[in-house]
């Protein structure tokens, strides 16, 4: 069994040669090291070594010699501002290697020199600025590479040359603001790229050229105000794609032409006015699609065709004043839909018809001031609806009748003066109701007869100065704010 060797000392400033016995196949250093010299370093069977948490200032350029078994070498978490070069030579069985959250400023263009097994480098977190060309360059096994955190502002067009089996490449939290034209070509096994929070102003059309196993693009935070034509063109794997907060004013029609497999998209964030008609049409697979906080103000008939395995549209904070006849239309798996936070002043009376499996429908600060009769007809699944912070001053009785399954009604913080009778029929499943924050001056005798699961009711900020216990029938156990 291997022997494991944990030195813990706060007020160890350099290592005996002697301390070290040299049967330790696994040794780990923390809190202790300022200045290490290689005879810390155990002996030559060694496969980890964990140097992490210390306060070392620097390596000296033989301090791994020797260790010619190491597989595992740690050495994040200290103040390392440079390493010497060919510092791991030697070091031809190492898989993996870790050197975030130090000071590194720059490294030389042979720091990882025959490392032809590395699978695993992590540099996060380090004062990067630019990397060499070719600086991974024989790095043929390496499947995970982590810059990301770093003050990277520069890439040089073959930094990634030979990376042929790379999977993840986190680059987010830099500050680049444009890459090199075919910057990740080769990178045919690619799955996930992280370009997040850094400063991209603007992408070359073959930006994504080659990476035909992506599955996973990150740009959100960036500054992108627009998307060269077939952009994501070839990337047929992708399933989530993320371009949130940007400043996108504007959309390619084909921009999404391809991506037949994605399934998130998220758009949040951006300054879309407009849509282009059938923008989504290859997006058969999608289930979340992601349009808050923009300033869409119009939508076309045809904006969600195709998309029948949607479970999830996101379009509040907007400028909707109203929606297109049919605009949902074979969104046949749609589960909740947000259009809360806009401006909408009239819906078409079929506007929800083909929702059958929605179960949560916010329709809250806007401006509608009247509902079409059987405005909710077919949605036999929802269980939440939210319809507070309009101007609806009058319901028709049986506006909310086949809503079997609702369990939470807000209606708050609208002109109510009355409620017609029988307004809540068949609401049997129903546990909370807001009608606060409208004009109620009066309540018609058993309004709330039926609701036998109830167990909130919230009447407060009305104008209701009497009540009779026939009112409130059935309802002893339920809380009533008055």
């Known amino acids: 069994m291997s022997v494991i060797k944990r030195l813990l000392d706060k007020n160890l400033p350099m290592m005996p040669a002697n301390s070290v016995a040299a049967g330790i196949f696994m040794l780990t250093i923390a809190y202790s090291l300022i200045c290490p010299g290689s005879s810390v370093i155990p002996s030559k069977n060694t496969t980890s070594l964990d140097l992490s948490n210390n306060q070392l200032i620097y390596l000296e350029s033989d301090i791994f010699n020797n260790l010619s078994k190491l597989e595992i070498l740690k050495i994040d978490n200290n103040n390392l501002t440079l390493l010497p070069r060919y510092i791991f030579n030697g070091l031809e069985k190492l898989k993996y290697l870790t050197l975030s959250s130090n000071r590194l400023n720059h490294l030389e263009p042979s720091t990882f020199n025959g490392l032809s097994k590395l699978k695993y480098l992590y540099m996060n977190k380090n004062e990067l600025t630019t990397l060499p060309n070719n600086i991974f360059n024989g790095l043929e096994k390496l499947e995970d590479l982590y810059l990301n955190g770093n003050g990277l502002n520069h890439l040089e067009p073959n930094t990634f040359n030979g990376l042929s089996k790379l999977i993840r490449l986190e680059l987010e939290y830099n500050n680049l603001t444009t890459l090199p034209k075919d910057i990740f070509n080769g990178l045919e096994k690619l799955e996930y790229l992280s370009l997040s929070s850094n400063r991209l102003n603007h992408l ?48 390619e029609p084909n921009t999404f032409n391809g991506l037949s497999k994605l399934i998130r998209l998220e ?112 949605l036999e699944r929802l269980k939440y609806l939210e319809l507070a912070h309009n101007r609806l001053n009058n319901l028709n009785s049986g506006i909310f009748n086949n809503l079997s399954e609702l369990t939470r009604l807000n209606i708050g913080s609208n002109h109510f003066t009355t409620l017609p009778r029988g307004i809540f029929n068949g609401l049997e499943k129903l546990k909370v109701l807001f009608l606060n924050g409208n004009r109620l001056n009066h309540l018609e005798p058993n309004t709330f007869n039926g609701l036998l699961n ?14 009779s216990k026939d009112k409130f029938k059935g309802l002893e156990n339920v809380e009533i704010l008055i």
């Open 204 to 251: 070359e059309p073959s930006t994504f050229n080659g990476l035909l196993n992506l599955k996973h693009l990150w740009m959100e935070d960036n500054h992108l105000t627009t998307l060269p034509k077939d952009i994501f063109n070839g990337l047929e794997k992708l399933e989530d794609l993320y371009l949130n907060g940007n400043r996108l004013n504007h959309l």
């Open 454 to 467: 109830l167990m909130k009711i919230d009447l407060s900020a009305n104008n209701l100065t009497a009540f």
């Open 267 to 378: 758009l949040e964030y951006n300054n879309l006015t407009t849509l282009p008609k059938d923008i989504f049409k290859d997006l058969e697979q999608l289930f979340y699609l992601g349009l808050r906080y923009n300033r869409l103000n119009y939508l076309e008939p045809s904006t969600f065709n195709n998309l029948s395995k949607l479970i999830r549209l996101e379009l509040e904070y907007n400028n909707l004043t109203t929606l297109p006849k049919n605009i949902f239309k074979g969104l046949e798996e749609l589960k909740n839909l947000d259009l809360s936070y806009n401006r909408l002043n009239y819906l078409e009376p079929n506007t929800f018809d083909d929702l059958l499996k929605l179960n949560g429908l916010n329709l809250e600060k806007n401006n509608l001031t009247a509902l079409p009769e059987n405005m909710f007809k077919g």
